[in-house]
């Protein structure tokens, strides 16, 4: 019933419509985010990865379903009735999103004063310093407008204003599309860090088949206008479905996965020589 007191479903979504004119994106799509877990979302263009997003943080409204996030029904909510939920969560949206005209501190600092109008600005300094080295940002970035960062650096002033509030659920849309693949592992990396520090719950959207391998607990795959599966690679593996098959049996796939097994020996091999780190 409510997801929180039993500690495990964080976002439920139920036989979810979505419709744009004749265009039907999504008929009966049912969804579970677990408390703690990296869940990946995949599926080929335009099967409606970002529309599902959109729908459970509000943005757009369904035909059709429930969404619950936290427990609370999210769908037809005044604005108003839903500040509590949107304080307890952060959104990278594709390309981060930032406002050009203010610098990466100031962007941090907007989440903050609208939920909290009556923070003094020492405080809001100190909250926005915070959160750009939480993310990986040298400090000196706060200063800094977005035209003048990499799109690596971008990508982590949004997730640094995305954790302004202190969230208890992030939501990504593509947080390593664009970037190199040594920029994107230190991406997926700055999320598993994160998740296990802050006790976070993520949803994220992606098509890096590196992501999926290398931090995702699950995956949901989207098509046929539903989530035709969800569980772990090896669990999606095992089904015999074509996209399933092709997607992560492609050539593509199977580099992926052979460079998560070569970390994974890698790592087994330093802690048997008693190297492992933290
Ligand atoms: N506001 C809108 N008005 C009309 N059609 C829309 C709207 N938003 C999305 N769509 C359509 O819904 C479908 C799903 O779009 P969505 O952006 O969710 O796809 P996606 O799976 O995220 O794709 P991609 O991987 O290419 O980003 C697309 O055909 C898109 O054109």
Known sequence: MNGEEDG???????GLRNAF??????EDLDLEVKRGEILGVVGGSGTGKSVLMRSIIGLQTP??????VFGEPVIGREDRELQ???????ILFQGAALFSTLTVAENVQVPLREFYPRL????LDEIAAFKIVMSGLPPDAGPKYPAELSGGMKKRAGIARALALDPDLLFLDEPTAGLDPIGAAA????IVELRDRLGLTVLLITHDLDTLYAICDRVAVLAERKVIAVGTIPELLALDHEWIQEYFRGPRGRAAEEATE????AEARAAQHGGAEG
């Open 8 to 14: 495990e479903i964080i976002i439920e979504v139920r």
């Open 21 to 26: 004119g004749e265009q039907v994106v999504h």
């Open 63 to 68: 035909e059709a379903g429930d969404i619950t």
């Open 84 to 90: 509590n939920i949107r304080k307890r969560w952060g």
């Open 120 to 123: 003094g600005e020492a405080l």
């Open 187 to 190: 991406f997926d990396e700055l």
């Open 262 to 265: 070569a970390d994974a020996e």
